[in-house]
């Protein structure tokens, strides 16, 4: 069953669109904060489309999500206790908070550097260092240089592997879009 190939081609299209890179802002601002789908997949199609803007969306998607990380600490900070830890309990998730706690308390701001890196959900990070009133400050310094590398990274691949890139992202998009999901599966029955 081919699911991950449409999605790509829709993904290329859309990164033509007039108002792209203003949904590319929206989706890496909410993806800081709620939103559980990475900004990389509408990032990487739109570097693949427009190779000479590809820096400029990669900046783009830095800059939306450290504000929308902001909004996560704010949040965090603001409102942990009224809104954010009831949900939290009923989700059943007090025991990952409890682990992303205990990662703040031993690695400090790398932790945030890490998160916003790596696919680890960034969001998680960012109500996490409200909430524990982490220094605001290296939060931001932080959040932006791990997000900025994640991006331009995203960027730099796709300018640099071209139609090459492309090929190659078809070739294997079904291979990786059912990966991913199998690996998500994984994990959440061993975090669970």
Request: glycine fraction near 8%; charge should be positive.
């Amino acid at each position: 069953m081919k699911l991950f190939t449409p999605l790509y081609d829709a993904c290329l299209s859309w990164a033509q669109h007039r108002h792209a890179d203003k949904y590319l802002a929206g989706l890496s601002f909410t993806e800081s904060v709620i939103f559980p789908i990475p900004p990389d997949v509408m990032l990487a199609p739109m570097a693949l489309a427009t190779p000479k803007k590809a820096w400029w969306y990669a900046m783009i998607t830095t800059i939306a999500s450290v504000i929308g990380g902001i909004a996560g600490y704010l949040l965090g900070y603001f409102a942990f206790d009224a809104f954010i830890h009831p949900i939290i309990v009923d989700l059943g998730y007090s025991d990952k908070l409890a682990l992303a706690m205990d990662w703040f308390t031993q690695y400090g701001v790398w932790v945030v550097f890490i998160a916003g890196f790596s696919p680890i959900p960034y969001k998680v990070f960012t109500l996490t260092a409200g909430m524990m009133s982490m220094a605001f400050l290296p939060f931001v310094i932080a959040s932006g240089v791990g997000r900025g590398a994640r991006f331009f990274l995203v960027a730099a691949l796709m300018y640099w592997g071209g139609a090459k890139m492309e090929h190659k992202l078809r070739q294997y998009v079904e291979f990786l879009g059912w990966g991913v999901i199998l690996l998500a599966i994984a994990l959440y029955l061993v975090y669970r």
